[in-house]
């Protein structure tokens, strides 16, 4: 059976009905984990038997092994449970087909959980393994939460923590650290740490966050535009001491400036933010990109627009088939985007 809803596999894992397998893949290894507990405690009636729960990893597993744990019988138990953390791509095709195999028929007496963090890069695998998994089971993909529901998740974690995490501060540490929600947790943490108790506020956030590369090439973004070439450079420093490669920089800086052509277009257009982004095909929790981009989108004329990206584009084919430094490009790509904007 597939879920297309996490809240009706939600209902589903709190009911005692049960699945001879789950198959629980995706982009937030949170929420993999988090089931995949939920799903062990369930399958052992509460408690973690380590005669009835046995665990596997790609890297040292053992088909017979695996084999024979799934089809054994339970220890003075009603049931067992046998959880796979599972990468498709480190199996050759007899294994994985084997493992598909024995995953889409096991015995009644035990629960499988496999749980797949890291998605194969061949989408034929993927569909192999949901097809023998929904054959017997349970099939959820664990992706991106609506925005709402991640900052109710990290308005209830604040809490627990005894600290106060208002909507807006929670929209602006999302913004700096993603959706992921294994790296929200972890840094709300040392936020709420930092702060011991009562609200947080967005100084809290910048004095601890680290910010993922997309925000800090927003934060380059935002220096150009501004005409802030000090801080531009600065911000160079910072990513390239952390060792972001100078073609990934230009990467994520060219994708926020096409943000920022789209979202010229949108407001040119009198495109609300909220319809912008569904019809450019953004998720919803991403919709906060269109609208900040509507919004920076005011410092630049079209023309402006089309000369950065074609600068940028210029920069990433150097970058790729000539020997030069990589520094050198990069400085001098957002020297040139500077004297684009006029604001040096």
């Known amino acids: 059976m597939k879920y297309t809803l996490e809240s009706d596999f939600s209902k589903h894992v709190k009911r005692e009905e049960q699945h001879r397998v789950y198959l629980l893949y995706g982009s937030q290894p949170y929420l993999i984990s988090l089931y995949e507990k939920l799903l062990v405690k369930k399958a052992l009636d509460g408690s ?43 199996l050759d095709s007899s294994t994985f087909d084997e493992l598909c195999t024995v995953l889409s028929d096991p015995p009644q007496t035990t629960c499988v959980v496999v749980a797949v963090k890291h998605p194969p890069s061949k989408k034929e695998r993927l569909a192999k393994l949901v097809k023998a998994c929904d054959k017997a ?33 929670g929209s602006y540490l999302i913004e700096r650290c993603t959706d992921d929600m294994m790296t929200l947790a972890t840094e709300l943490d040392k936020v709420c740490a930092y702060v011991g108790s009562g ?13 993922v590369i997309q925000a800090r090439v927003y934060d380059l973004s935002k220096a150009i535009s501004r005409g802030s070439f000090s801080r531009a450079m600065e911000l160079i420093d910072q990513l390239l001491y952390l060792r972001e490669p100078a073609a990934k920089v230009l990467t994520v800086l060219a994708g926020g400036f096409t943000d920022l052509y789209r979202g010229f277009a949108a407001r040119q257009a009198g495109v609300p933010a909220a319809q912008a982004a ?32 074609d600068l940028l584009a210029r920069a990433d084919l150097r970058l790729k088939s000539t020997g030069a430094n990589d520094r050198v490009i990069l400085e001098q790509t957002v020297t040139q985007l500077f004297l684009i904007t006029g604001r040096r």
């Open 48 to 90: 973690f038997d380590s005669f009835n729960l046995h665990r596997f990893e790609t890297s040292e597993l053992d088909m017979q092994a695996f084999y024979d744990a799934v089809e054994s019988l339970p220890f003075l138990s009603g049931g067992r449970c046998v959880t796979l953390d599972l990468e498709p791509d480190k």
């Open 137 to 169: 089971g349970g099939v959820i993909e664990l992706g991106a939460r609506r925005n709402s529901d991640t900052l109710r998740f990290l308005r209830d974690r604040a809490q627990k923590n005894g600290c106060e995490l208002s909507s807006e501060v």
């Open 199 to 211: 609200g947080i506020s967005r100084g809290d956030v910048d004095a601890v966050v680290t910010a």
């Open 278 to 309: 569904t019809d450019l095909g953004y998720a919803k929790n991403r919709a906060f990109v269109v609208r900040n981009a509507m919004s920076d989108s005011g410092d630049y004329s079209a023309p402006q627009l089309g000369q950065m990206l």
